[in-house]
């Protein structure tokens, strides 16, 4: 159950248009909105921020950016995280259901690749806290992915801990968006 309010009515004008816009593209106003829209330049930042990401982050294949996301957001165990994460690979054909079924137990899978193995583990040392990244885990990805995916991975994964530390913080949790995917199969 959330820890704080979650009408956007009484968050100001910002937060009322930004719930506009959610419930267009969503359905719904996401609840990370709705909590942001209390501090109107924590919202205005992470509106920016989620942007900037969607429309010039574009180097990472986007199997491996939500393969990592999904992997980090696993780790944390953010509910919130998790449910859209699931909706979102499945709409957009990202990741088969069964690596996504597979991303706790991805130590154990025959469904990764070696370099889905290898994104997997760094996801997993980055989120871990104290962070675990070795140096040769970066010069295998280094070597993999080149220097600007790496990076990229880096900031997805960066990005998807702090999205769920906030989540989690505030008792964020499913909205219902795995229920909404249809059947896919492949």
């Given at each position: 159950?959330?820890?704080?309010?979650?009408?956007?009515?009484?968050?100001?004008?910002?937060?009322?248009?930004?719930?506009?816009?959610?419930?267009?593209?969503?359905?719904?106003?996401?609840?990370?909105?709705?909590?942001?829209?209390?501090?109107?330049w924590v919202l205005w930042a992470n509106i920016r921020n989620?942007?900037?990401?969607?429309?010039?982050?574009?180097?990472?294949?986007?199997?491996?950016?939500?393969?990592?996301?999904?992997?980090?957001?696993?780790?944390?165990?953010?509910?919130?995280?998790?449910?859209?994460?699931?909706?979102?690979?499945?709409?957009?054909?990202?990741?088969?259901?069964?690596?996504?079924?597979?991303?706790?137990?991805?130590?154990?899978?025959?469904?990764?690749?070696?370099?889905?193995?290898?994104v997997l583990a760094y996801a997993d040392a980055m989120t871990?806290?104290?962070?675990?990244?070795?140096?040769?885990?970066?010069?295998?990805?280094?070597?993999?992915?080149?220097?600007?995916?790496?990076?990229?991975?880096?900031?997805?994964?960066?990005?998807?801990?702090q999205r769920s530390r906030f989540n989690s913080a505030l008792?964020?949790?499913?909205?219902?968006?795995?229920?909404?995917?249809?059947?896919?199969?492949?």
């Amino acid at each position: 159950m959330a820890r704080i309010p979650l009408d956007v009515a009484r968050t100001g004008w910002l937060g009322r248009v930004a719930a506009g816009v959610s419930r267009r593209r969503f359905g719904t106003v996401i609840e990370p909105l709705a909590a942001a829209a209390h501090q109107p330049w924590v919202l205005w930042a992470n509106i920016r921020n989620e942007l900037l990401v969607e429309r010039r982050w574009r180097t990472l294949d986007p199997g491996l950016r939500d393969l990592a996301v999904v992997a980090s957001a696993t780790r944390l165990g953010c509910a919130w995280c998790m449910d859209f994460g699931y909706w979102k690979t499945h709409s957009e054909g990202t990741l088969s259901d069964a690596k996504l079924q597979a991303i706790p137990v991805w130590q154990d899978s025959d469904e990764f690749t070696d370099l889905e193995r290898q994104v997997l583990a760094y996801a997993d040392a980055m989120t871990d806290t104290p962070m675990d990244v070795t140096d040769e885990q970066v010069e295998r990805l280094r070597k993999a992915l080149g220097d600007a995916r790496l990076v990229e991975l880096t900031a997805y994964i960066a990005l998807e801990s702090q999205r769920s530390r906030f989540n989690s913080a505030l008792g964020l949790s499913g909205q219902g968006f795995r229920d909404r995917c249809e059947f896919r199969t492949g």
